[in-house]
């Protein structure tokens, strides 16, 4: 595993890891705000074919755009994040997809739960994106087309655009070959 932008805060023990963000960081490629950041942290390694990839995330959600989950990046134009966002004084379950453009969907998650888990299936080009708040049972948030490249990266990913020292800790994070 290895950094794209470190944070300047990050210990990993056993199976979890936690991390706390640097101020003003973010992804996002142009559409509707016109910008472009690259500026989020991302901790990943590469992975050709197939695969799935889960995790439990615990976040201290507390400002606009705090944001924690997977992410699977070929390089800065073509990329998905997803996890759980912070907006209007909630946490919804969030997806963006960027092939040059990023675009965004969320889904209000009730009660702000202290833990949530996502789950990613990548079957050819296209990533299938599910979310669960008891690790047990899943729901699917979305499907999208990435790209056909066989070699990605894929790894834990947080950001907060409008602060610094957004604490998360992502538990039991996994990868494995997907075979059918």
């Known amino acids: 595993m290895q950094w794209y932008n470190e944070p300047p805060t990050w ?9 706390v ?6 992804f996002w490629r142009k559409t509707h705000y016109g910008f472009i950041r690259d500026t989020g942290h991302f901790w990943y390694q590469e992975v050709s074919g ?4 889960t995790v439990k995330i615990v976040g201290a959600y507390e400002t606009l755009y705090d944001q924690a989950g997977l992410m699977i990046r070929l390089d800065e134009k073509i990329w998905l994040k997803c996890g759980i966002e912070f907006v209007d004084g909630g946490q919804y379950a969030s997806v963006v997809v960027t092939r040059d453009y990023s ?5 209000t998650i009730p009660e702000n739960p202290v833990a949530f888990w996502l789950r990613l299936q990548r079957k050819k080009g296209a990533v299938e994106v599910q979310y669960s708040r008891d690790g047990e049972s899943y729901n699917l948030l979305r499907m999208a087309y990435l790209t056909e490249e066989e070699k990605v990266q894929v790894g834990l990913m947080c950001a907060s655009p409008q602060r610094g020292g957004f604490q998360v800790e992502f538990q039991e994070f996994k990868i494995a070959p997907l075979l059918s």
Do not use: L
Not at 103 to 107: A, K, L, Q, R, T
């Open 11 to 19: 210990k990993q023990q056993d199976d979890s890891i936690t991390v």
């Open 21 to 26: 963000s640097g101020e003003n960081t973010d």
């Open 50 to 53: 197939n695969f799935q990839a």
């Open 103 to 107: 675009d965004w969907s969320v889904v």
